[in-house]
Structure formats: C-alpha cells, structure tokens
C-alpha cells in the first residue's frame, strides 16, 4: 500500500517499491498493490506480474479521507476473493486499514524512507523567510508535527516490524518502535559495463523530482559560476519532471547558460541508462532529509564521481574524499569548488568513479534488497 508509483512521477520511493515488487514475484509470490489514482484514468494493470490498483476518486499522490474509504472497501474485497498474508506499507500507506488488519490477523510491516520530524527540517531548509509567507513557518510544521502524532506513530504501533532505507533513520525510530526496527538498504541493479567515454565535453548529471528541496538550482548556479575555461567543457544534464521545473528551465536562461544546461524530463528506462553511461560526474547538491536516495546509488554503479549533500541517509553511503565528495547541504560556494576540482582533475574523476562503483557492488544489489525484505515479510506472515 502507498501513495505513489513510478507512472504517478520518477522518484526514488518509487522505483523501490516496484523494484521490491516485481522481486517477490520473482520469488514465487502474488502482489498487489492499492495505490492512489492515476490522472489518465487508468484504474489498474499488470506490470511485471505485479497487480497495481489505482483507487479512482482520490487525488493522486495525496493521502485523504477518500483514500482512506476506498482503501478500505478494496481491502475487504481483495482479501475476501483471495486472502492476503501480509501487508507492506510504505510509511503511512496501511493507516486506514489498521483496525481491519488487526481484526483479521493480517500483519502489517511498514517501510520508511523519512518521518514527518525529518519533513520538518527539510521544509525549514528549503522554505522562504521573506515576511510574505511568515505564516508557513507556522502552518506547515504545525500540520507535519500533527501528522507525526496521528498518523506516524499510529503506524508504527501497528506494524510487526519497520524497516528502514538507511541506519540515519534509526534515531527517528526509537519512540514506540525500537525493538521493531530493522535496516536494510536501497539496493539497485548493477549495470554489467561502466566504461566512461573520456573526451569533451565532460558530462555532469542531475537527476529527481524537479522540487526545490532537491536543490537542482545549486548545479544550475554552478555551472554558471564555472571559470570560462571549464565552463565551455563542461555540459548538465537534468533528468526529471516536477512543479519546479519551469524555475529552473527560467534560472538557466537567466544565468545565460542555456547551451550548457540540458533539460530531458522524464526518461524511459534505455534513456535514462544512457545519460549514466554518457556522464561522469553526479551532483546531488539535496537539501532534502533523505533516507537513501536510489540516484546516489544508480550513479555510483555507474562509476560516477558524484558531489552530494551531506544529509540523511547519503552520509552513510558516501564516504568523502574516496568515493564521492560530501558538501553542507544548501552551500553553493562547497558545491562550486568540489566540482571545478573534479573537471579539473580528470585522473580523480576515475579513480573517484571506481570506487564508487566498487562501494555499490559490495554493498548495494538490489537482490540483497529483496531477499532481506522478503525475509522480514516471511517472517511475520508466518509468526501469525
């Protein structure tokens, strides 16, 4: 159960499920997934041998009073015609169907990727203190706190077991769920071949949900902030689609680097292969609370020397200096001198992007992924 899919929009969480998804099917077990509706109408499909039920009548991406009443109308339906053993919620997405879950001895395991507290610190970094919206200081942590208290926590209690993208979360977890907590790791499928093409241009690649907090801006302004030299060398690549975008495609005219910044949108999944295989530098500059964004991944399994902001779970993946450069979240001038040190240093680049792609393979496979959440799943259905 969760809110959003990959047709819904690219996003790490996403990717995850499904990547989760298919990988029980592969194992031999059946998967459905009730999510939020699609704008296009669609109100189901097979992908992969996953079942993916799209709750027509609720916004998408958006939990709600209709979610929660459709979700628990489905529920009763799909259990009834086949009964299910387990339910995997990511975060909030089984909060409307706890006391049903319990009534029926179905367990529910919850995956987390942040907490509304962590939402908190994100929104603080990102928000705008100009007098005009004083008042969201006030609103937005408010109703994140207020979800924290009804609807995180409720969850919490509920779940048999909690797993976590990242052991940066685990401090958020204590309360009411310490003896619950498992971490296992985002895990992605390693391409076979990471051969980088040295010549010019050098390839930089931003990629996610086109949202302030992510901080594309930062790579724009840093391209732009270039000296000539590297500058002209030197191109972005920007891979995603969000409400943010408009800004950004307006900053990279404003800063007249229009030529160097490459706006692709959403890509399907040989395109997107391609920008990794094409590119060698990653810039992440997030100042988001991650848990462990899958792009920080992806990149380093394509042996890219990636720059990212050290917050969330990215500081336990990352280790500076060796296989990626670490900045302060939200600081341009870290994020411009890390990155005209790399174009200036094309040995570094490599040795940066080998390493990398080494941390990924002894430590982030996607199959590790899904057999150690299989295990936990296995585990409660069967305690039951």
Not at 29 to 53: C, F, P, W, Y
Not at 216 to 222: D, P, Q, W
Request: hydrophobic content about 40%; some cysteine; overall charge neutral.
């Amino acid at each position: 159960m969760t809110r959003i899919m990959p047709s819904h929009s690219l996003g790490g969480m996403q990717k995850q499920t499904m990547d989760l998804c298919t990988g029980f099917v592969d194992a031999g077990h059946e998967v459905t997934v009730i999510t939020t509706s699609r704008l296009d109408g669609v109100e189901s499909e097979n992908a992969d041998g996953v079942e993916i039920l799209y709750l027509k009548g609720c916004k998408p991406g958006l939990y709600s009073r209709k979610w929660n009443s459709l979700c628990r109308t489905k529920i009763k339906q799909l259990h009834r015609d086949n009964p299910i053993d387990v339910i995997h919620s990511q975060s909030m997405g089984a909060i409307s169907v706890i006391k049903w879950a319990k009534q029926n001895s179905v367990p529910i395991v919850s995956t987390w990727h942040g907490t509304s507290l962590t939402e908190i610190s994100t929104f603080l970094r990102s928000t705008s203190y100009h007098p005009r919206f004083w008042h969201w200081l006030l609103i937005m942590p408010a109703t994140m706190l207020l979800r924290y208290f009804t609807n995180d926590l409720a969850i919490r209690r509920a779940s048999e077991r909690i797993t976590l993208v990242s052991p940066t979360l685990e401090p958020h977890m204590k309360f009411l769920a310490a003896d619950k907590v498992i971490t296992i790791s985002n895990g992605i499928e390693l391409p076979s071949t990471t051969s980088k093409p040295k010549r010019k241009p050098i390839h930089c690649v931003a990629i996610g949900r086109m949202e302030k907090e992510k901080g594309i801006h930062f790579a724009i302004r840093s391209i732009a902030n270039l000296p000539e030299d590297l500058r002209s060398q030197t191109v972005l690549n920007i891979v995603g689609e969000g409400t943010y975008l408009a800004k950004l495609q307006q900053l990279s005219a404003s800063l007249n680097v229009e030529d160097k910044v490459i706006f692709h949108g959403r890509l399907d999944e040989m395109r997107l292969k391609q920008i990794y295989n094409d590119s060698r530098i990653h810039l992440m500059p997030t100042t988001r609370h991650e848990g462990l964004p899958l792009t920080i991944l992806e990149g380093m399994a394509y042996s890219l020397a990636t720059i990212a902001s050290a917050i969330g779970g990215i500081n336990g993946v990352i280790t500076d200096g060796n296989d990626g450069i670490l900045i302060q979240p939200g600081n341009q001038a870290e994020l411009d001198g890390a990155l005209i040190g790399l174009l200036a240093d094309e040995k570094l680049i490599e040795t940066m992007g080998n390493a990398a792609r080494r941390t990924a393979e002894m430590r982030y496979s996607k199959q590790r992924m899904v057999d150690e959440t299989m295990a936990v799943l296995l585990e409660v259905a069967n305690n039951d």
